[in-house]
């Protein structure tokens, strides 16, 4: 089976653009989730969508928004980009929703700078 | 506040020792714990996840405890490789917030 995959891999924008990220789950995963990662903050949570509508969110502003399409494969945006967004955008899919000691599978990530 | 702690950003060991690991946190219910494993450009991969009522999980070289009342977990290697150099990360699985917090990591070398 496939994992997750991710792209972009590597991506350099300036301050002010805009970015979309694909992540396509493992075959048969549902529930996708996003965490950004820096050095100082760690893995942080953004979202995370199951079958195509969000289910929980982080705490991150409202220039970070993703949706889920009925394949299961998801996106997620940043508008207005800033310095302190550079970070490594990682994405996981699990069978269902987290909260219930499910697994999550990670992809390689995104690497996005900003310029 | 709600904390998620683990009790070093590196950890520097000799090869054939058992290296431990620490999580702490406050302020959390984790109905699971569990454990990732992180090398550089990669994302995490699963490891282990241990139950509130479980005390101990054991895996190959590799165990796990629980102490809800310490709220505390411990992450063992034994026999330690240097091929088991990389991040380790906890992560609480928060029943009241359906997803996964994550520690900062701990990064371990082990030294031939």
């Known amino acids: 089976k496939a994992g997750v995959t991710q792209t972009p891999r590597y991506l350099i924008k300036t301050r002010g653009q805009q970015v979309t990220l694909s992540c396509s789950p493992i075959?048969?995963?549902?529930?996708v989730s996003w965490y950004q990662q820096t050095p100082g903050q760690g893995l942080q949570f953004l979202f995370e969508?199951?079958?195509?509508?969000?289910?929980n969110k982080g705490n991150f502003p409202g220039r970070f928004s993703g949706r889920q399409f009925s394949n299961s494969r998801s996106e997620m945006n940043v508008s207005t980009l800033e310095l302190g967004d550079s970070a490594l955008y990682l994405c996981?899919?699990?069978?269902?929703?987290?909260?219930?000691?499910?697994?999550?599978?990670f992809g390689p990530g995104t690497r996005l700078l900003v310029l | 506040s709600q904390k998620i702690e683990q009790n070093s950003e590196a950890l520097n060991i000799q090869e054939g020792k058992t290296a431990t690991l620490t999580c702490n946190y406050t302020n959390y219910s984790p109905a699971y714990l569990q454990w990732y494993r992180q090398d550089p450009g990669r994302g995490p991969v699963f490891l282990l996840l241990?139950?509130?009522?479980?005390k101990e999980k054991r895996k190959e070289r590799l165990k796990v405890t629980f102490d809800t009342t310490l709220k505390q977990s411990l992450f063992h290697i034994t026999a330690s490789q240097p091929a088991d150099s990389a991040t380790y990360l906890c992560a609480l699985d928060e029943r009241s917030q359906g997803n996964l917090i994550f520690g900062k990591g701990t990064k371990l070398s082990v030294k031939p």
């Open positions: 241990i139950r509130e009522n479980e």
């Open positions: 969508y199951f079958s195509e509508t969000q289910r």
């Open positions: 996981a899919s699990s069978l269902v929703p987290g909260g219930g000691g499910e697994t999550q599978y």
């Open positions: 075959s048969g995963h549902r529930s």
